[in-house]
Nanobody, 126 residues
C-alpha cells in the first residue's frame, strides 16, 4: 500500500498549483483523505479533508478557505488539492494521508490516518 503525493514546485504569490495523491494497493474512494502541511520550523497542520461519508462535503482550515479545494477522481484513484491565490505563508511540504474509518466530518488528528504519502514541497516566492 502506498500513497504518492506530487505536483509541488515553485510558484509566485497569487499563482496556483494542483497537488495529486495517487493510491497504490488501496481504493481511495473508500478512504477519508486529508492533506496536511509542514512549514519550516512549524508543526504539521491539517489543510483540507474529503471524508468518505460526508455526502460530498469537504473541509478546510480557516487559513485556506476560499482558496483551496479538494476533490476525488475515483477512476484515477487520485485525490487532488487545487491551491489558488497562493501566499508566501503557504510554503510547506504537503502530505496526503488516508484514513480507513467511516467519517462524515473533518479529521485533523494525524494518528487516525493509516497511510501517508512522502510529501511534496510547495514554495511560494517571487
Amino acid at each position: 500500500v502506498q500513497l504518492q503525493a506530487s505536483g509541488g514546485g515553485l510558484v509566485q504569490p497569487g499563482g496556483s498549483l494542483r497537488l495529486s495523491c495517487v493510491g497504490t494497493g488501496l481504493l481511495l474512494d473508500y478512504y477519508s483523505v486529508a492533506w496536511f502541511r509542514q512549514a519550516p520550523g512549524k508543526e504539521r497542520e491539517g489543510v483540507s479533508c474529503i471524508p468518505n461519508n460526508s455526502g460530498g462535503l469537504t473541509y478546510h482550515a480557516d487559513s485556506v478557505k476560499g482558496r483551496f479545494t479538494v476533490s476525488r477522481a475515483d477512476a484515477k484513484n487520485t485525490v487532488f488539492l487545487q491551491m489558488n491565490s497562493l501566499k508566501a505563508e503557504d510554503t510547506a511540504v504537503y502530505y496526503c494521508a488516508a484514513d480507513s474509518r467511516l467519517i462524515s466530518s473533518a479529521g485533523w488528528r494525524e494518528y487516525e490516518y493509516d497511510y501517508w504519502g512522502q510529501g511534496t514541497l510547495v514554495t511560494v516566492s517571487s
